[in-house]
């Protein structure tokens, strides 16, 4: 019945790591393509918005004569990479369009994994004004690449100056490109002066528009390799509990004895390494152990007596006492929901820098973790244990 039963904690530790490993194989590589001339930003925006330094790792393979591509082992992203790109000559364009093509046909060609799924087409703003032959260029390449569907976005980099960057967007919109979106971005903080410090903005608003464009079986990977819009992270991360909570409702509307009663099933196991997946961040055996233990493991009977059980299942909004041993479709959702939602919340602290990972492991950091799920035990739900009291953002 989709039920494992009376594991013991370390066991199902196990499992979730085996979990978590098959996702972070199974991801499909993004391939974004980033253009622009020398100097616009590209390397600085790769390495603020990826969340491992793609560019400075190496001085990437080069695929055509201009066209270089960086990746890392074990990390599912590639990036096509048009370094000191000069605009000057009507040869260098050709080539480049030449070349700009052929990788993207070549790509078309061999499916999902090997496609290029979005271009970066960047302009610097402080050279505020968009050239004559950047604009021949970005033309010619859109109509003739038209063919491959790939979306474009066009990146104003270094838009300190916000009232630049309008300008420019203004001149470019003229143009009527076929692009999705035209995007002012300051990738690092910039100094105007010693006391004058521009904030970095905008990549958050990038990524949300690549996951917009991509199809869906690239939105995981996309929240995995970035780290410049946490928000996304946790959409995704909430989805994925949405998905297990309704699938744990389907399982737990069988009558379930007593002792199987709040065991990790597949689902939640399935759900734990996902999360782990979107947010990219490394765990250990021992934390996941941590983590089991803090929450659902302290409901299940192989680590507590049945009095815990029903003590804490009595904590969920309209349960009251699981009497004949029968646990019910919502229940279920509840214990799913909430383990989903406590793992994201730590995940979250971790991303921002507000907690360590290990932290998990020792006993504070234990009572922190079952602090957080009893709370979002405590949360009214549907049936499918969809949260109907906090908001997410
Ligand atoms: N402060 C700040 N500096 C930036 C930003 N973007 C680019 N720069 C600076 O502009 C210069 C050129 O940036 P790169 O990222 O190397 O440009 P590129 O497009 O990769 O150039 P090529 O590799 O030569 O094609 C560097 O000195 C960067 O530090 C930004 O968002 N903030
Ligand atoms: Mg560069």
Same mark, same amino acid.
């Given at each position: 019945?989709?039920?494992?039963?009376?594991?013991?904690?370390?066991?199902?530790?196990?499992?979730?790591?085996?979990?978590?490993?098959?996702? *972070?194989? $199974?991801?499909?590589?993004?391939?974004?393509?980033?253009?622009?001339?020398?100097?616009?930003?590209?390397?600085?925006?790769?390495?603020?918005?990826?969340?491992?330094?793609?560019?400075?790792?190496?001085?990437?393979?080069?695929?055509?004569?201009?066209?270089?591509?960086?990746?890392?082992?074990?990390?599912?992203?590639?990036?096509?990479?048009?370094?000191?790109?000069?605009?000057?000559?009507? $040869?260098? &364009?050709?080539?480049?369009?030449?070349? /700009? +093509?052929?990788?993207? /046909?070549?790509?078309?060609?061999?499916?999902?994994?090997?496609?290029?799924?979005?271009?970066?087409? #960047?302009v610097s703003t402080p050279s505020h004004r968009f050239e004559?032959?950047?604009?021949?260029?970005?033309?010619?390449? &859109?109509?003739?690449?038209?063919?491959? #569907?790939?979306?474009?976005?066009i990146?104003l980099t270094q838009a300190y100056s916000k009232k630049d960057a309008r300008a420019l967007m203004a001149e470019i919109e003229k143009e009527?490109?076929?692009?999705?979106?035209i995007?002012p971005?300051?990738? *690092?903080?910039?100094?105007?002066?010693?006391?004058?410090?521009?904030?970095?903005?905008?990549?958050?608003?990038? @990524?949300? @528009?690549?996951? $917009?464009?991509?199809?869906?079986?690239?939105?995981?990977?996309?929240?995995?390799? *970035?780290?410049?819009?946490?928000?996304?992270?946790?959409?995704?991360?909430?989805? &994925?509990?949405?998905?297990?909570?309704?699938?744990?409702?389907?399982?737990?509307?069988?009558? @379930?004895?007593?002792?199987?009663?709040?065991?990790?099933?597949?689902? *939640?196991?399935?759900?734990?390494?996902?999360?782990?997946?979107?947010?990219?961040?490394?765990?250990?055996?021992?934390?996941?152990?941590?983590?089991?233990?803090?929450?659902?493991?302290?409901?299940?009977?192989?680590?507590?007596?049945?009095?815990?059980?029903?003590?804490?299942?009595?904590?969920?909004?309209?349960?009251?006492?699981?009497?004949?041993?029968? &646990?019910?479709? /919502?229940?279920?959702?509840?214990?799913?929901?909430?383990?989903?939602?406590?793992?994201?919340?730590?995940?979250?602290?971790?991303?921002?820098?507000?907690?360590?990972? +290990?932290?998990?492991?020792?006993?504070?950091?234990?009572?922190?973790?079952?602090?957080?799920?009893? /709370?979002?035990?405590?949360?009214?739900?549907?049936?499918?244990?969809? $949260?109907?009291?906090?908001?997410?953002?």
């Open positions: 019945m989709g039920v494992v039963e009376g594991l013991p904690t370390e066991d199902v530790a196990e499992k979730i790591m085996a979990a978590i490993k098959n996702v *972070q194989k $199974n991801m499909t590589r993004l391939n974004i393509m980033v253009m622009g001339k020398t100097g616009a930003g590209k390397s600085t925006l790769i390495n603020q918005v990826f969340s491992r330094n793609l560019a400075v790792t190496g001085v990437g393979k080069p695929v055509t004569q201009a066209i270089r591509k960086y990746e890392l082992e074990d990390f599912p992203l590639a990036i096509y990479d048009t370094p000191g790109l000069e605009l000057g000559g009507e $040869n260098a &364009i050709e080539e480049l369009l030449k070349e /700009s +093509k052929e990788v993207l /046909s070549k790509g078309a060609m061999r499916g999902i994994e090997e496609s290029i799924h979005c271009i970066w087409y #960047c004559e032959a950047e604009i021949e260029f970005i033309k010619k390449f &859109i109509d003739e690449t038209n063919v491959f #569907c790939v979306p474009v976005i990146v009527n490109l076929n692009v999705v979106q995007v971005v300051l990738a *690092q903080d910039y100094e105007i002066d010693d006391e004058y410090v521009a904030k970095a903005y905008g990549t958050d608003t990038l @990524i949300d @528009i690549v996951h $917009n464009v991509i199809p869906e079986a690239l939105r995981n990977t996309l929240a995995a390799v *970035q780290k410049a819009n946490l928000k996304m992270k946790k959409r995704r991360a909430n989805a &994925i509990v949405a998905t297990a909570a309704a699938a744990a409702a389907a399982t737990g509307a069988i009558p @379930i004895p007593f002792t199987d009663a709040a065991v990790l099933v597949p689902e *939640q196991i399935g759900m734990i390494a996902s999360i782990t997946g979107v947010f990219g961040i490394p765990v250990e055996k021992a934390t996941v152990t941590a983590l089991i233990s803090a929450t659902i493991g302290t409901v299940g009977t192989t680590v507590m007596g049945k009095t815990v059980v029903s003590g804490l299942l009595k904590m969920i909004p309209g349960v009251g006492s699981v009497t004949g041993g029968v &646990i019910s479709a /919502s229940v279920a959702a509840a214990l799913t929901a909430a383990l989903g939602e406590a793992y994201i919340a730590i995940m979250v602290m971790v991303a921002k820098g507000e907690m360590n990972i +290990k932290e998990i492991e020792t006993d504070e950091g234990k009572a922190k973790v079952a602090k957080i799920f009893k /709370s979002k035990l405590g949360l009214k739900r549907n049936n499918k244990g969809k $949260n109907l009291e906090e908001k997410e953002d």
